[in-house]
């Protein structure tokens, strides 16, 4: 399971709700994605990640696993990504961090985070905020954002509530996943199948679509063009 947590702009409080999650989703891994000219590489050294000051001490110190530095240029992300996905891939899930990282990686779930300035977005995040399953600003979001977001919600206030709330939807894809993988056949399940998965966790049939394609099940007799 891989959560993107991506932003409207630098400094929204990305790695803030990356460390509320983390404080309380145990044997998770995190990883900071920080854009760079040259260059890649994967920064792994805890006493590095350990700095006074940078974000993957909050990561640290908020309960995280492990924690991995990706830093890339655009054009270098397709070939270091999957790599420190890899070297995580023993842990219970991943908490990416950064915007390019989440168009590369496309995780599970994804959050946007907006601020204080809900009508602040740099042009480059707008792909993001249209993606985004979970949408969070620190005041209500003008009605140009809500036309842009695909899923609007407000910031919740109590911390409690919004984990609550992430932790019921990686319950449900968790969900769609085991069904689909019982209810399959030599890596097939039937529409019919797919749709009363969809009906009974009250979930969109793109979801349990999507879930099949990351399973590479196969939808079949699908008469009414739902996958």
Not at 111 to 127: M, P, R, W, Y
Not at 154 to 168: A, G, N, P, T
Request: net charge neutral; hydrophobic share 40%.
């Amino acid at each position: 399971m891989i959560i993107g947590i991506g932003g409207a702009h630098s400094g929204v409080g990305k790695t803030t709700y990356a460390s509320l999650l983390l404080r309380h989703f145990k044997g998770w891994g995190a990883i900071k994605c920080t854009k760079t000219g040259l260059y890649s590489s994967i920064v792994d050294d805890r006493e590095i990640l350990s700095e006074e000051g940078k974000d993957t001490r909050s990561l640290l110190d908020a309960g995280a696993e492990r924690v991995l530095w990706v830093q890339s240029p655009p054009s270098g992300l397709e070939d270091v990504l999957p790599m420190a996905v890899e070297r995580l891939s023993d842990l219970r899930g991943i908490i990416v961090e950064g915007n390019s990282a989440i168009e590369f990686l496309r995780p599970d779930i994804i959050i946007f985070i907006f601020g204080s300035e809900s009508s602040a977005i740099k042009d480059t995040a707008k792909g993001l905020l249209r993606k985004a399953d979970v949408v969070v600003a620190d005041r209500d979001f003008s009605p140009e954002t809500k036309r842009e977001a695909r899923r609007f919600r407000r910031s919740i206030d109590d911390s409690d509530s919004f984990v609550r709330y992430i932790k019921e939807m990686i319950d449900k894809k968790e969900k769609i996943r085991t069904l689909l993988e019982e209810g399959s056949v030599d890596g097939k399940v039937s529409c019919p199948r797919a749709r009363k998965i969809a009906e009974d966790l009250s979930v969109p049939l793109k979801e349990v679509g999507d879930a099949a394609n990351e399973l590479k099940i196969k939808i079949t007799d699908c008469g009414l063009g739902c996958f």
